[in-house]
């Protein structure tokens, strides 16, 4: 059972609610569905600032549609702003590394690109069974989604097959290559129970700033840096001379 204690949903932007648990973790939830939950750029820097929001406290970051995580940056925007989209992924990546509460991705459906990318850089992920990850970019433009990270969570050779051929990873191939936590019948029911003991515990700070070291947040600026740069090179294509 979800928990009945929780405020009402908060429309934080267009796209994006809010609730609170006096449990003391917090929802954060896409909430696009006619886009199958697509990240422009007000969403993505909506989800940015809930995420930096209240570091402290555990969040669960999920969807309002059961059937779709996120689908990835929506491509009916234009270019320069899906350019936009996929640094913004990173800077709400790097909070999630690096802030001292845990996140808990909660998977119902399919993660997609940046979605995939946001799932994977939460501390824990708790899935239903028809959850399923793809980590791919737009076709032509040669991105790398997922490298800095997949190799840490599921060992090197699953995380090449993953981000070179960007073949789906269903919840069951997920769960047994550790990518999830744990898959269940009632996932959001799950991770509050979890939120609530690890915010009952208060741990998380010091274990995270150990794990954000070692070169994690380098190989995160490495794969932005060759992102942005293989944008600029398809917007000044498209600009021409």
Same mark, same amino acid.
């Given at each position: 059972?979800?928990? #009945?204690?929780?405020t /009402?949903?908060?429309?934080?932007?267009p796209g994006?609610?809010?609730?609170?648990?006096?449990?003391?973790?917090r929802?954060?939830?896409?909430?696009?569905?006619?886009?199958?939950?697509?990240?422009?750029a007000?969403?993505?820097?909506?989800?940015?600032d809930?995420?930096?929001?209240?570091?402290?406290?555990p969040?669960l970051l999920?969807? /309002?549609?059961?059937?779709?995580?996120?689908a990835g940056? =929506?491509?009916?925007?234009?270019d320069?702003?899906?350019?936009?989209?996929?640094?913004?992924?990173?800077?709400?990546c790097?909070?999630?590394?690096?802030?001292?509460? #845990?996140?808990?991705?909660?998977?119902?459906?399919?993660?997609?690109?940046?979605?995939?990318?946001?799932?994977?850089?939460? =501390?824990?992920?708790?899935?239903?069974?028809?959850?399923?990850l793809?980590?791919?970019?737009?076709?032509? $433009?040669?991105?790398?989604?997922?490298?800095w $990270?997949l190799? =840490? $969570?599921?060992?090197? #050779?699953?995380?090449l097959d993953?981000?070179?051929t960007g073949?789906w990873l269903?919840?069951?191939?997920?769960?047994?290559?550790?990518?999830?936590?744990?898959?269940?019948?009632?996932?959001?029911a799950a991770?509050?129970?979890?939120?609530?003991?690890?915010?009952?515990r208060?741990?998380?700070?010091?274990?995270?700033?150990?794990?954000?070291?070692?070169? $994690?947040? =380098?190989?995160l600026?490495?794969?932005?840096?060759a992102?942005?740069?293989?944008?600029?090179?398809?917007?000044?294509?498209?600009?021409?001379?």
């Amino acid at each position: 059972m979800p928990d #009945p204690h929780l405020t /009402a949903p908060h429309l934080m932007a267009p796209g994006l609610t809010t609730q609170t648990s006096p449990a003391g973790y917090r929802w954060i939830r896409l909430a696009r569905p006619e886009r199958r939950n697509a990240l422009d750029a007000a969403l993505t820097e909506a989800v940015r600032d809930a995420l930096a929001a209240e570091p402290g406290q555990p969040v669960l970051l999920g969807s /309002a549609d059961p059937l779709m995580f996120c689908a990835g940056a =929506d491509l009916t925007i234009p270019d320069a702003e899906r350019a936009r989209v996929s640094d913004l992924i990173y800077d709400c990546c790097e909070i999630i590394v690096t802030r001292p509460g #845990p996140v808990i991705a909660v998977l119902t459906g399919a993660a997609v690109g940046g979605g995939a990318q946001l799932a994977a850089a939460s =501390d824990l992920r708790v899935a239903g069974p028809a959850a399923r990850l793809r980590w791919t970019g737009p076709a032509g $433009l040669d991105l790398a989604v997922g490298a800095w $990270l997949l190799p =840490d $969570l599921v060992g090197r #050779p699953l995380a090449l097959d993953l981000v070179l051929t960007g073949r789906w990873l269903e919840a069951a191939e997920a769960l047994s290559s550790g990518l999830v936590n744990q898959v269940c019948d009632d996932p959001a029911a799950a991770a509050e129970q979890l939120a609530a003991v690890l915010a009952a515990r208060g741990v998380g700070t010091g274990a995270k700033a150990v794990m954000a070291s070692g070169g $994690l947040l =380098d190989r995160l600026e490495a794969e932005r840096a060759a992102n942005r740069s293989a944008w600029d090179r398809m917007l000044a294509a498209v600009a021409g001379p």
